[in-house]
Structure formats: structure tokens, C-alpha cells
């Protein structure tokens, strides 16, 4: 078989782009930015991160998580609750077993209450 420039071209552009994908993610979590804490009315918010969201609920009474999603991304929550309040978390409840709910349970070990 004989290759044409053009064909050449777009044959190792096309091989140089797949080679590249795997380190996209790489980049992309790399730059990412940890989540995003969203406040929808008073005390009661979300974070999201990884096309997952997390809800939380923060006062003076208690602290409360629904669903971990991941590790990582578990840990990034953890961060910012620690940047609104110092106590530990109250209640941790997961919707369900699946691991996009219930995966970064393992980063909650120690600083939940129940």
C-alpha cells in the first residue's frame, strides 16, 4: 500500500490525536478546578464535581452529606466544608450502594459522627 502526502498527514494526525487522549483526562484533572460549593437557600447546598453532585446541609446544629460520589471527589467536599465549619460531620447519608454515590464514603472515615 502507498501513502500520498495527504493520506500520510492525516493518517499520523489522526494517530498522534488518539495517542493523546488518555493524557487529556490526565490534563484535564490535572487543571480542573477541586468543585464548586453552590448555596440554594440558606443552609442547604450542593457541590458538584465529575458531572456528580453531592448535597450538604451546614449550621450551627449540625453538618449533613448525602451521597460521596468518589474518593477524590470526596475529599475536595471535605476541604471546603472545613473552610465553613470546624466540627465534625454529623450525618452522612448515601441514597443508594452504587459506587457514584456511596465511593467516597472511605474519606469520611473518622470525622463523621454516625
Known amino acids: 500500500m502507498q501513502f500520498n502526502r495527504r493520506q500520510f498527514l492525516q493518517t499520523s494526525g489522526f494517530a498522534l490525536g488518539a495517542s ?18 453552590k448555596t440554594l437557600r440558606n443552609n442547604v447546598g450542593i457541590f458538584t464535581e465529575r458531572g456528580g453532585t453531592i448535597a450538604w446541609m451546614i449550621d450551627n446544629q449540625g453538618i449533613v452529606v448525602v451521597d460521596t460520589q468518589f474518593p477524590d471527589t470526596a475529599v475536595h467536599l471535605i476541604e471546603e466544608i472545613k473552610k ?11 441514597t443508594h450502594h452504587h459506587g457514584d454515590h456511596s465511593g467516597g464514603n472511605i474519606a469520611f472515615k473518622g470525622i463523621v459522627e454516625k
Open 20 to 37: 493523546l487522549l488518555p493524557s487529556q483526562e490526565l490534563l484535564k484533572n490535572l487543571f480542573a478546578p477541586a468543585g464548586e460549593m
Open 84 to 94: 465553613q465549619s470546624d466540627r465534625k460531620i454529623d450525618l452522612l447519608i448515601n
